[in-house]
C-alpha cells in the first residue's frame, strides 16, 4: 500500500475509534454521575418529605425574624438548583422554572405549599434530566454559573448543589423542630455494587 493511501485509512480508523462526546471513556467519571444520580434521588425524595411535613399554616413561619420564611427556604433551595445546572446549558427551562428574584413572590408565593412544592419538586426533576444528559466533557469542563462568578467545573457544581441543598434542607428541619413537628428520618442506603 503506497503511502498516500494510508494516511486516509489510518485518519478514519482514528476518527471512528474516538469516543463520541456523549460518551464516558473515563470509568471513574461515569461512576461519580452515576454514583450522584443516585444521591440526588435520595436528596430529592427528602427534601419533599421535610416540605411536605409543615403544614401550610408553617410556611410564613420563621425561627428567628432575620431569616427566611419556611416557604422561602424551599424555594430557595429549589432556585438554587436551576441555577447550579442550568449553568451546563444542556436543557431549557421548563416554564415552571423560569422565574428571576422580581417575579419569584409572583411566580411561587412563599406561602402557597401547593406552588412551592409544585417549583421544589420541578427543579430536581430538571437536575436529574440534565444529568441524564450529561456527558464526561460536560463533567470535566468549566462553566459560568452567573455573571461574574468564578468559572467552575462540572464536578465543581454537582457538590456545591449537594451541599447548598444539604445545608438548606437542613435550616428547614430546624424550622419543623420549632413547630414541634417530628422531622421524617433521613434515608441512607449504600449503593449495591
Known amino acids: 500500500m503506497k503511502r498516500r493511501a494510508v494516511f486516509p485509512v489510518l485518519a478514519a480508523a482514528a476518527a471512528s475509534a474516538a469516543p463520541p462526546d456523549n460518551q464516558w471513556p473515563t470509568p471513574f467519571a461515569k461512576a461519580f454521575r452515576d454514583s450522584f444520580i443516585e444521591h440526588w434521588k435520595d436528596t430529592r425524595e427528602y427534601s419533599l418529605a421535610v416540605l411536605d411535613a409543615m403544614p401550610p399554616e408553617g410556611y410564613t413561619s420563621k425561627p428567628n425574624p432575620a431569616q427566611m420564611s419556611f416557604g422561602e427556604q424551599m424555594r430557595h433551595h429549589g432556585a438554587a438548583n436551576v441555577v447550579y445546572f442550568n449553568a451546563f446549558g444542556l436543557l431549557p427551562l421548563p416554564e415552571i422554572l423560569k422565574t ?80 414541634g413537628i417530628k422531622p421524617p428520618t433521613w434515608k441512607f442506603e449504600p449503593a449495591a455494587g
Do not use: C
Request: net charge positive; no cysteine.
Open 100 to 179: 428571576t428574584r422580581e417575579t419569584m413572590n409572583q411566580l411561587v408565593p412563599a406561602d402557597n405549599k401547593a406552588a412551592v412544592r409544585k417549583y421544589v419538586e420541578a427543579s430536581f426533576d430538571y437536575v436529574l434530566a440534565v444529568l441524564d444528559k450529561l456527558s464526561e466533557r460536560d463533567l470535566t469542563r468549566t462553566h459560568e454559573m452567573w455573571k461574574g462568578a468564578p468559572p467552575h467545573s462540572g464536578t465543581d457544581i454537582f457538590l456545591r448543589a449537594y451541599t447548598h441543598t444539604a445545608h438548606h434542607r437542613g435550616q428547614a428541619v430546624v424550622y419543623l423542630r420549632v413547630q
